[in-house]
């Protein structure tokens, strides 16, 4: 039997690289237990091909591999350490890697010699592309603003945010950019950050956010858009909550419950009403987004960190089975169906026929008649002496 295909990939704190199968519930860790260091914890993963046969795993001391999941082996090892920093974000952009590094050196990676740097500041927590123009990338970390780049132009951002005014008490609002996605279809960025805030910018209106309100009080560690929704937006926070939010209401349009701790990564179906997300809790979790409901819980042993959502859905050989079994089944249909119904005519024609009927009072023993009736006189004459003696006293 075919082993079952995996729909979703998570990435471990200890450098495991694990297959889930969602519609059999069944997972397995892809990489051998004997690598399972903290050294080589998966900090980010990305698709290494639009056909999804390719997983590049970006590791915490800055090495990459390449998992095929045709050939379901890891063909290819190799390492961008620039400096002692911790691998952020990775890219695959025209079969060239890009790396950002926590020290804010991102890289786009001709060979291991040949590369194009962008310095893109201090404490960089996130780095991400526009799927509509994958050259143009965002980047923003703590105390490093939201900024902007071309990789064809790197000496300087085409575009760099600048900070909200001060507080009611006049004081600097801090500035901690953990997570930035582009809206669908759009130039516009929705960023969360450590303050539990949650921003629009728009670089064709103005430096400042479009739009700036706040969620729960935690640190929104988790980010999504969802399909084509250009005013809809997922984030999960430390706390173990994951909302959708309504990015023009500026408000929480529904949340998902069944979490036990925090959120580290959320990613939408591409085609269907489906999240999926992990976290501190070791559990992968698919919702619906539309009724709310968990459809799936895994439990998968170690602190996740993030996840690629595969867009098949049903494995291959679920639906093989079933068009075999359907068709297996009409075959049994035609051929054995006459002789059936004629064997179960024949056993019903010569079954014995039994007659019940209830006996009436005449047939039934006049012994057994008598005895009752004598039980019954005995019973009343104790319960007559009985009444008399409770006047008498």
Not at 63 to 80: G, L
Not at 123 to 146: F, S
Request: charged share 30%; glycine share 6%; aromatic share 8%.
């Amino acid at each position: 039997m075919a082993a079952p295909m995996n729909n979703v990939f998570v990435g471990s704190e200890i450098g495991l690289l694990k297959g889930v199968s969602l519609p059999k519930s069944k997972w397995e860790n892809i990489n051998s237990l004997e690598g399972a260091k903290k050294e080589n914890e998966i900090t980010t993963l990305c698709w290494g091909n639009d056909n999804q046969t390719e997983i590049c795993l970006g590791l915490k001391c800055q090495k990459v591999r390449t998992y095929d999941t045709i050939s379901k082996e890891f063909s290819d090892e190799t390492d961008f350490h620039v400096d002692d920093g911790r691998l952020r974000g990775l890219l695959k952009i025209d079969n060239n890697f890009v790396t950002a590094s926590s020290t804010g050196v991102v890289r786009l990676w001709k060979d291991v010699e040949d590369f194009t740097e962008i310095q893109a500041g201090k404490d960089l927590y996130c780095m991400t592309n526009n799927p509509v123009t994958p050259n143009v990338l965002a980047t923003g970390g703590k105390e490093n603003e939201l900024k902007i780049w071309n990789l064809e132009e790197p000496e300087k951002p085409t575009f760099q945010t600048k900070n909200v005014k001060n507080d009611w008490l006049n004081l600097r609002v801090p500035v901690w950019v953990i997570q930035t996605r582009f809206l669908p279809q759009s130039e516009k960025l929705v960023t969360t950050t450590g303050h539990h805030q949650i921003r629009v910018y728009d670089p064709k209106a103005q430096r400042r956010p479009v739009l700036d309100f706040t969620y729960d009080e935690y640190p929104i560690t988790a980010l999504s858009t969802w399909g084509s929704q250009d005013n809809q937006v997922l984030v999960g926070n430390t706390q173990g909550q994951m909302a959708l939010i309504d990015l023009r209401k500026r408000a929480m349009v529904q949340q998902y419950k069944g979490f036990a701790g925090g959120i580290r990564c959320i990613q939408c179906h591409e085609s269907l009403p489906l999240v999926a997300s992990c976290g501190l809790d070791r559990y992968l979790r698919v919702h619906d987004l539309e009724t709310r409901e968990l459809l799936h819980k895994v439990y998968l042993k170690s602190k996740l960190n993030c996840l690629l959502f595969g867009r098949k859905w049903e494995s291959e050989e679920k639906t093989e089975t079933k068009n075999r079994g359907k068709q297996i089944n009409v075959i049994k249909k035609e051929e054995v169906g006459e002789d059936n119904e004629e064997e179960d005519e024949n056993m019903w024609e010569q079954m014995m026929v039994v007659q019940t009927r209830t006996k009436r009072k005449s047939e039934v023993p006049e012994e057994i008649i008598g005895y009752s009736k004598k039980k019954k006189m005995q019973r009343t004459e104790k319960t007559v002496k009985g009444m008399k003696k409770k006047k008498e006293l």
